[in-house]
């Protein structure tokens, strides 16, 4: 038995044996040619068989893993259309009569260079984007595929990496698992698995050898440990854990229909995180109380110019409809940073996450802005709609924003329009700034909603996407729980609600920390909304909170 450690993904436990996923290596030649036209079509041709597959991997992708995760394939469809790339390979070919096998190789080996040798890491991250739609065209032009993984049972998939779209088009029926040797924990990878529910693990020295195919395993993704050939101690001990796992997913499904309230009668909320109306169904066969974060900026995403307000009206009143009274949170634009839209026209940045993003573009364009909030108040009138404004760091900025909003409202009444007079307004806390001044900011509105991902990320002042400090990101850092300590008792203080709707929200070990902080709400993608429910109907927080206190007291009576 061979025992290797990585880091887990998602936890779970499979056993099964090892398919060993590998790239087809593509040797491509440099070849003179002299019919150049001919060889420009045959890369238009390339690009259009590219760009026909990465609609089907969206769609794939949109009914497996939801709207946000498949937003990658969109991205890459935008990538292989860049007028930059195929004004390089056209020239290449052209200038040098070569084959275009050889100039989207030439040219993707300097785009690629050029963003890895960028300072900014979100940029460097779009290197990989780079090679994986160069590696696609050129699979189109030579008629190739992208690896091979065949196999006529469930297996575990073992690689070097994996890139998104490799992730997508497996059969999912056909993965008990997957294992690489590099990756991120927060790449799209391992984002992708989450919501697929696959355990997983990453950083792994595993042998890629062709040897390893067919080899019995085991993949531990609560310990990050994967075991060749286990012993039968060890077989025993995992199949009883994937038996118990299996009965707890089963008992999950009974637990539809119940409240979400603690052993000693504390109440809490569990609403949806989503990114697109499709998305809904999951919501509701998942049994959300309500949507606590609906991602508006993905309609801007989506489109080719700014949106109508008859067009997000539309959209967030099919919302509103379809939640029939239950609450739905819709967080007003968030663009910037990660999130681009070619229309906006927004500048380069050095550092992109701290730069003109979310609601500064908003109070920056103001047009752009009462637009999304005429759609959202005429919305408000078919539904329970509350809005949301995310990275807001003063006082004053939400000040502005209600003095636009009410704006807006003497539009509406002067037109005769109906909305919700009495609409909830809150703030997304996700700046060190925001927490400091939370018992001010909550004066000024009905609720916060803590977006952990980027509070963790400002706070630690790491990027949260750049694999090298894995080691170094730590979400339970004892300042962040300080920190959402300090949030919810701000929103209390002036009677503002407080929910969280980042990644930690769906973190089970941090679930009766936050019943003993007091926590209003929290908001989680709908696959862990059942998982959520249980921890909470199984936490007496009464008990929880005499257990810390005594362990309080012992520390300190251990100093003494």
């Given at each position: 038995m061979n025992i290797l450690e990585g880091k887990a993904v998602f936890e779970g436990i499979a056993i099964g044996k090892i398919a060993v996923f590998k790239k087809a290596e593509k040797l491509v030649r440099r070849e003179k040619i002299t019919d150049i036209e001919n060889e420009i079509n045959r890369y238009a041709?390339?690009?259009?068989?590219?760009?026909?597959?990465?609609?089907?991997?969206?769609?794939?992708?949109?009914?497996?893993?939801?709207?946000?995760?498949?937003?990658?394939?969109?991205?890459?469809?935008?990538?292989?259309?860049?007028?930059?790339y195929i004004d390089s390979v056209e020239n290449i070919i052209r200038t040098q009569s070569v084959n275009a096998e050889y100039a989207v190789a030439q040219t993707g080996d300097?785009?690629?260079?050029?963003?890895?040798?960028?300072?900014?890491?979100?940029?460097?991250?779009?290197?990989?984007d780079i090679k994986d739609i160069t590696e696609r065209i050129i699979n189109a032009l030579v008629g190739g595929t992208d690896g091979s993984m065949d196999s006529d049972e469930p297996v575990i998939v073992v690689a070097d990496d994996l890139a998104p779209s490799e992730t997508v088009q497996m059969d999912k029926d056909k993965i008990l698992s997957f294992v690489t040797v590099h990756g991120s924990v927060n790449s799209h990878t391992s984002i992708l698995a989450k919501t697929m529910n696959i355990p997983a693990v990453i950083s792994c020295d595993i042998s890629l050898e062709d040897d390893m195919n067919g080899k019995m395993a085991i993949v531990d993704g609560f310990q990050g440990k994967v075991y060749i050939e286990p012993d039968k101690e060890i077989l025993k001990e995992k199949r009883e854990i994937l038996s118990r796992e299996q009965e707890k997913r089963e008992l999950l499904l009974k637990l539809k229909g119940k409240k979400n309230i603690t052993i000693d009668g504390q109440k809490i909320n569990i609403y949806a995180n989503i990114g697109n109306i499709k998305d809904l169904a999951m919501v509701i066969k998942n049994d959300a109380g309500g949507i606590g974060l609906f991602r508006s900026e993905f309609i801007y995403l989506e489109s080719e110019d700014y949106p109508t307000e008859d067009y997000q009206f539309e959209i967030y009143k099919e919302?509103?409809?379809?939640?029939?009274?239950?609450?739905?949170?819709?967080?007003?634009?968030?663009?910037?940073?990660?999130?681009?839209?070619?229309?906006?026209?927004?500048?380069?940045?050095?550092?992109?996450?701290?730069?003109?993003?979310?609601?500064r573009i908003c109070l920056t364009r103001p047009e752009i802005f009462k637009t999304q909030i005429r759609a959202l108040l005429r919305a408000s009138a078919f539904g329970k709609?509350?809005?949301?404004?995310?990275?807001?760091?003063?006082?004053?900025?939400?000040?502005?924003?209600?003095?636009?909003?009410?704006?807006?409202?003497?539009?509406?009444?002067?037109?005769?329009?109906?909305?919700?007079?009495?609409?909830?307004?809150?703030?997304?806390?996700?700046?060190?700034?925001?927490?400091?001044?939370?018992?001010e900011l909550a004066k000024e509105v009905d609720f916060f909603s803590v977006g952990t991902n980027d509070l963790t990320q400002y706070t630690l002042a790491i990027d949260r996407q750049n694999q090298n400090l894995d080691k170094f990101y730590n979400p339970h850092h004892p300042a962040i729980l300080r920190m959402l300590k300090m949030i919810v008792d701000g929103a209390h203080s002036a009677g503002a609600w407080a929910g969280i709707c980042g990644e930690l929200g769906s973190d089970l070990s941090l679930t009766k920390e936050f019943l003993a902080m007091g926590y209003d709400e929290l908001s989680v993608s709908p696959g862990r909304i059942l998982p959520l429910r249980k921890q909470v109907i199984e936490t007496d927080v009464s008990e929880y909170k005499k257990q810390k206190e005594q362990l309080k007291l012992k520390k300190e009576a251990h100093k003494c």
């Open positions: 041709q390339a690009r259009e068989t590219a760009v026909n597959q990465l609609r089907a991997l969206y769609d794939k992708a949109l009914k497996e893993v939801g709207e946000a995760n498949a937003e990658i394939f969109e991205a890459h469809e935008l990538m292989v259309e860049d007028g930059d300097s785009f690629s260079k050029m963003f890895l040798e960028m300072d900014d890491e979100y940029f460097r991250g779009r290197a990989t919302v509103a409809t379809a939640m029939a009274g239950k609450k739905v949170i819709i967080r007003t634009l968030d663009i910037g940073a990660d999130k681009q839209a070619d229309y906006f026209n927004l500048p380069k940045e050095e550092n992109p996450a701290m730069g003109l993003r979310a609601i709609i509350s809005i949301m404004y995310p990275m807001i760091i003063s006082v004053d900025e939400v000040r502005e924003i209600k003095a636009i909003v009410e704006e807006v409202k003497a539009e509406l009444d002067k037109d005769s329009i109906p909305y919700d007079r009495n609409i909830e307004q809150g703030v997304m806390i996700e700046t060190p700034a925001a927490v400091m001044m939370a018992p």
